[in-house]
């Protein structure tokens, strides 16, 4: 039996620059979006296409808004609320951590229904381009939970030879829990969804990869729930289930309404709109 891994040392702030200084975590939502952002240009345009490549450009603004208000909102709303109700000035104080991929996912879904009425934009042609993309971030984003050294799993058995001691918890062997959700969330979520993507029926079928994207992520989210310590301002919830898996039983429920509704067609647009 092998002796458990340390937690490297990483120092949570990529680069200073004087008084300003950019974190690990800030960079995955950068290189995220950015990468995004570039890959949907071009992921529009294949058949059927939904947008220009210009209309994508506008919507980085929009996403960015919805990633950053709903993921910090979320948090506030489904995790502390008890404590930002007394605490109303750390609400903003995004850089104190604290961001809920729940509460994102739903900023993006309320700019992209805003953008997509306002620009004449298939609001499911489009969002299944984006259900492509988002992995990515997904992934980064758990990297960066690692490199803070947050968020960390349960303890784990004495046979893993990955197990890992967290400084900041205990000296408890646990799972590296974030590696595994990266895996999950980010990798075979992007290839899953990626894959599904190559067949023109299925980027035909509008809300199609939205779907596949919202069940895929809700397993991944609940399987990898089971390796990750819960919030010990929230514990453990109803059986044994932590709000990250309650949050995503939704999701899978909408992801295959939305495909079964793809199936019928029910989800495409009932005029074509000229692009702007």
Same mark, same amino acid.
């Given at each position: 039996m092998?002796? $458990?891994?340390?937690f %490297?040392?990483f120092d949570?702030v ?6 300003l ?5 800030a960079?995955a939502?950068? +290189?995220?979006?950015i990468?995004?952002?570039q ?9 059927p296409p939904v ?6 450009d506008?919507?980085l603004?929009w996403a ?6 709903g993921?910090?909102?979320g948090?506030?709303l489904?995790?502390? %609320?008890g404590?930002?109700?007394t605490h %109303? ?8 951590g604290?961001?809920?991929? !729940?509460g994102?996912m739903?900023?993006?879904?309320a700019?992209?229904?805003l953008?997509?009425r ?17 992995p990515?971030g997904?992934?980064?984003g758990? +990297?960066?939970n690692?490199?803070n050294g947050e ?11 990955w197990r890992?001691?967290? $400084?900041?918890?205990d000296?408890?062997?646990r !799972? %590296?829990?974030?590696i595994?959700?990266a ?6 979520l992007?290839?899953v969804?990626w894959?599904?993507?190559r067949?023109m029926?299925?980027r035909?079928?509008?809300?199609m990869?939205?779907g596949?994207f ?7 989210r ?5 390796f990750r ?6 514990g ?7 709000m990250?898996?309650i ?9 295959l ?16 709109a $000229?692009l702007?």
């Amino acid at each position: 039996m092998s002796a $458990p891994l340390q937690f %490297p040392s990483f120092d949570p702030v990529l680069l200073h620059l004087g008084p300003l200084s950019i974190r690990w975590y800030a960079l995955a939502y950068i +290189v995220g979006l950015i990468t995004g952002w570039q890959m949907m240009r071009r992921l529009v345009l294949k058949p059927p296409p939904v947008a220009t490549q210009m209309q994508t450009d506008d919507f980085l603004t929009w996403a960015t808004l919805g990633v950053v208000l709903g993921g910090r909102l979320g948090y506030v709303l489904f995790y502390q %609320p008890g404590f930002y109700l007394t605490h %109303p000035l750390q609400i903003p104080a995004v850089w104190t951590g604290g961001m809920s991929f !729940h509460g994102g996912m739903l900023g993006v879904v309320a700019a992209l229904i805003l953008f997509c009425r306002r620009r004449a934009i298939p609001l499911f042609g489009f969002a299944d381009r984006m259900a492509i993309v988002t992995p990515i971030g997904l992934g980064l984003g758990r +990297v960066a939970n690692f490199i803070n050294g947050e968020l960390w799993g349960r303890p784990a058995p004495d046979w893993l030879p990955w197990r890992m001691i967290f $400084p900041r918890a205990d000296d408890i062997p646990r !799972h %590296p829990s974030q590696i595994y959700q990266a895996l999950m969330e980010g990798l075979i979520l992007f290839l899953v969804v990626w894959g599904f993507s190559r067949n023109m029926r299925v980027r035909a079928r509008f809300g199609m990869l939205t779907g596949i994207f919202l069940v895929g992520y809700g397993i991944a989210r609940i399987i990898g729930e089971f390796f990750r310590e819960p919030d010990a301002f929230l514990g453990y919830l109803w059986d044994g289930a932590t709000m990250g898996q309650i949050l995503s039983i939704p999701m899978i429920l909408a992801g295959l309404a939305f495909i079964l509704l793809a199936r019928r067609g029910a989800l495409q647009p009932r005029a074509e709109a $000229p692009l702007a």
